[in-house]
């Protein structure tokens, strides 16, 4: 149950894209299509973004979009709004009811 | 409204137990597998523990097995976590969630601080 591994910092300026990698095994982000992405402002609790490698809940915008190739997930964030400043982590799934997370990014708008 | 509250942090000597709870509405409650999520000081969230709907079934993260211990009351739309042996790295906000499905936590309480100290 090793965390995930995520860039500690990523930034953008407004209107811009940014993506954060989250890199596991194949024990985990490789071996199932599991992997969700959280959002956390400060003080807040975590907010589901992203959830089976690419899918959005109601309400999410559609500039929030998710992928994988591999031991790698990665989240992309396009049209960079100052709001979207916060930290980001990645969690997947790792067999019998365990998740893992990753070790979070915080995202920086310029 | 569907929420879940949690409660029971506080401030607790080294070696001490603590039990949490979290208390569910606006949503069948034995339906669905709960989670507890922590989160130390400046720190990443971190899995801890996941119980089915039924309460048959636990599961621990390595790092609290044999520490933690995850139950629920259904009856009363309850979950909770039995902290033993509290240690300063126990020390975090921990968080329940509502296991939607296998690795999506739709449903987020708003915390509760454990610190462990002297």
């Known amino acids: 149950q090793s965390a995930l591994t995520q860039p500690r910092s990523v930034s953008g300026s407004p209107g811009q894209s940014v993506t954060i990698s989250c890199t596991g095994t194949?024990?985990?982000?490789?071996?199932?299509?599991?992997v969700s992405w959280y959002q956390e402002h400060p003080d807040k609790a975590p907010k589901l973004i992203i959830y089976?490698?690419?899918k959005r809940p109601s309400g999410v915008p559609d500039r929030f979009s998710g992928s994988k190739s591999g031991d790698t997930a990665s989240l992309t964030i396009s049209g960079l709004q100052a709001e979207d400043e916060a930290d980001y982590y990645c969690?997947?799934?790792?067999?019998?009811?365990?998740?893992?997370f990753g070790g979070g990014t915080k995202l920086t708008v310029l | 409204e569907v929420q879940l509250v949690e409660s029971g942090g506080g401030l607790v000597q080294p070696g001490g137990s603590l039990r949490l709870s979290c208390t569910a509405s606006?949503?069948?409650?034995?339906?669905?597998?709960m989670t507890w999520v922590r989160q130390a000081p400046g720190k990443g969230l971190e899995w801890v523990s996941t119980?089915?709907?039924?309460?048959?079934?636990?599961f621990y993260a390595d790092s609290v097995k044999g520490q933690f211990t995850i139950s629920r009351d259904n009856s009363k739309n309850t979950l909770y976590l039995l902290i033993n042996s509290l240690r300063a790295e126990d020390t975090a906000i921990y968080y329940c969630?509502?296991?939607?499905?296998?690795?999506?936590?739709?449903?987020w309480g708003q915390g509760t601080l454990v610190t462990v100290s002297s």
């Open positions: 969630a509502q296991r939607l499905s296998t690795g999506r936590f739709d449903l």
């Open positions: 606006g949503f069948t409650f034995s339906s669905y597998a």
């Open positions: 119980i089915t709907g039924s309460g048959y079934t636990t």
């Open positions: 194949n024990s985990d982000v490789g071996g199932y299509n599991h």
């Open positions: 089976d490698v690419s």
């Open positions: 969690c997947s799934f790792a067999g019998s009811y365990i998740e893992v």
